[in-house]
């Protein structure tokens, strides 16, 4: 019987920091003067923060790289293959020179080109492959392969004839030299985040947070949510150190 009244008094005995308090936003607070027992952040909403990070970002670009290797080898390729078939002079002089001007201007795949317009970016940041310097580049001025086509073909002269100029698989030297940088659009997007601050001010121990009859508006309500989120964070909360748990039982036995 001893024991089991130490074990029922040890249960019973109050917990530090427990949040006793109910509210409802709009409503009127239904008990006395609640001040600061510590000092705490006022912690920003999970929508209003969303909504900052939202707004950060409508300025994020995403980040490329060009491969000027991809053109060099497509174009050595065509010269290659077209000497190979005989080409006239004039063709290949005239398409490898096409070639120079498309890839140095940039060819992206269309799924990214449809992927940057999809999230509403006209502008991208794009470095050459060995650089480390990015220039902010308009996505109207690349070429997917078959914007890349078609601009080799309409700009034929008089003495290329279209037809042939078709004739000699164009589409095979027409490949992407601009690819997605993953890890650099990744960490330059976690930076711009890092500006969004997770707290809107701080109270201080002492400091009124709001009296009976008072509206539980969207200011009191939001510092009685980070109060309570602090509360919960405090040793003792969730469980308490053992030592006190070992004191409480001495005072007990006694």
């Known amino acids: 019987f001893f024991i089991a009244a130490i074990v029922a008094i040890f249960y019973f005995l109050p917990r530090e920091g427990k949040y006793k308090y109910t509210y409802t936003e709009n409503r009127p607070w239904q008990y006395g003067l609640l001040t600061a027992p510590f ?13 900052e990070n939202d707004s950060i970002l409508n300025s994020y670009m995403p980040y490329y790289t060009s491969k000027q290797d991809v053109g060099k ?20 002089n005239y398409v490898t020179r096409k070639l120079s001007e498309v890839y140095k201007a940039g060819i992206i795949s269309a799924e990214d080109y449809e992927k940057v317009q999809g999230v509403h970016k ?17 996505l109207a001025s690349f070429y997917t392969p078959k914007q890349a086509y078609d601009k080799i073909i309409g700009d034929a002269p008089a003495y290329i004839d279209a037809d042939q100029l078709r004739s000699l698989s164009l589409n095979d030297y027409l490949n992407v030299n ?16 890092k500006q969004v601050a997770l707290y809107e001010g701080e109270v201080q121990s002492g ?15 939001n510092i009685l949510d980070s109060y309570n ?7 003792g909360t969730k469980a308490q150190p053992g030592w006190l748990m070992f004191g409480a039982l001495v005072i007990i036995t006694l």
């Open 207 to 221: 400091e009124k947070i709001i009296d009976r009859g008072e509206i539980v508006d969207a200011r009191p309500n």
């Open 178 to 193: 601009l690819f997605f940088d993953g890890d650099t659009s990744t960490k330059m997007k976690q930076e711009m985040l």
């Open 122 to 138: 006209k502008q991208l940041q794009l470095r050459t492959e060995g650089s480390n310097a990015f220039s902010t580049r308009h």
């Open 229 to 235: 989120r602090e509360l919960a964070g405090k040793v």
């Open 73 to 92: 080898t497509a174009s050595a390729q065509f010269g290659q293959d077209a000497r190979a078939k005989s080409v006239s002079g004039d063709y290949i």
């Open 39 to 51: 000092n705490f952040h006022i912690h920003k909403s999970e929508a209003k923060i969303q909504q």
